[in-house]
């Protein structure tokens, strides 16, 4: 028998992938199936970005690069971090990565042993908790409230910390709420933290161009008294519509950076040079095809939250940001993951129950609504037939 350590029995799982080989094999044998559940942009990456990859290709980027990514694109992170939130950072900071994943991969293991505590979300991106677990660590949920718009309360997370805590794990604009939290809430927030030096704090700000509505994303990166314990993590996944090219960036404190520098170099050595050039075009480039991309997910999501406040039995608060719905199934009388599993097999439509990002997600449902407003129409209307006709199982 092998005998491997008792920690993978721990570790988690993002059941969106599994949901979507599950409905990729109901499409395989025919059924018709509208996805509302994977957390991707259905755009394809703008050609300009593509092109570059192709040319980097061809000038004979083949090699490994630095294990932090290629100089002018941590220049050019730099720079638009300074262009569009106004803060300093060094490019000897900035490190490139192969998604944003694994950044929070770094991060928890950074901070995570037995004793501590992690802070995370809940519901949020399920890959925290996962990490926290494996590590032996206590994960500490931080409620996301819907009677509070989804935002985190600045309040209730500083009751949560203790003198274990060692990371604290935030995320805004979020997944799988699509929630916001207004910048006088992150401002309480830090200053609270001010009496606890020792907590780092992870900031996932992938999401950070998807906010609607007038909201601004805040960068916690703007707030000085945080700024030798945070970790900023964010990428091209969802931005740049990139999330099949495996590319990310990391801000890290002084202390932290060499050793994610030296997890890259056990476990990666670097991220594909081509796919670095064309992270380098998308953030020097033109960026009205990403401001395009965002003015459709907002018009969808308006499309989403008034048809999901019309189905028997669900109510949805309007995200402000992302392009998730998380609408309130609670009258329906289902649990949310058999009504996720129930829809999925009757009607073909793909949603992640709330569950599956954690306890408080229960009576939820996540619809990722980066998919056509026809085919949202569509689906909203099958769940609509379907809730009028079918009994909670
Ligand atoms: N953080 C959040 C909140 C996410 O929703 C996701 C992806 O769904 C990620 C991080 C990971 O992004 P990537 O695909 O670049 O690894």
Redo the contacts with the bound molecule.
Sequence with gaps: MLKTIANFDRMGEENAFTVLARANALAAQGRDIISLGI?QPDFRTPDFIVEAAIKALRDGHHGYTHATGILPLREAVAADLHKRFGVEVSPELTMILP???PT?FMAILMFGEPGAEIMYPDPG?PIYRSMIEYTGAKPVPVPIREENGFAFSAEETLKLITPRTRLLIV?SP??PTGGVTPKAEVDKLVVGLEKWPDVCVMS?E??DHMVYDGEIHVCLLSYPSLRDRLIL?N?W??TYAM?GW?L?YAVWPPKLFEYARKLAVNLYSCVCASTQYAGLAALTGPQTEIERMVAEFDARRKVVVAGLNKLPGVSCTTPKGAFYAFPNVKRTGWKAKDLATAMLDQTGVVTIGGPDFGILGEGYLRLSYANSTENILKALARMGDFLASRKAA
Excluded: C, E, Q, W
């Design positions: 957390g998604g944003g994943k929070m991106f995320n979020a997944n996932d992938i999401y993590l990428g996944s969802k999330t495996r990310g």
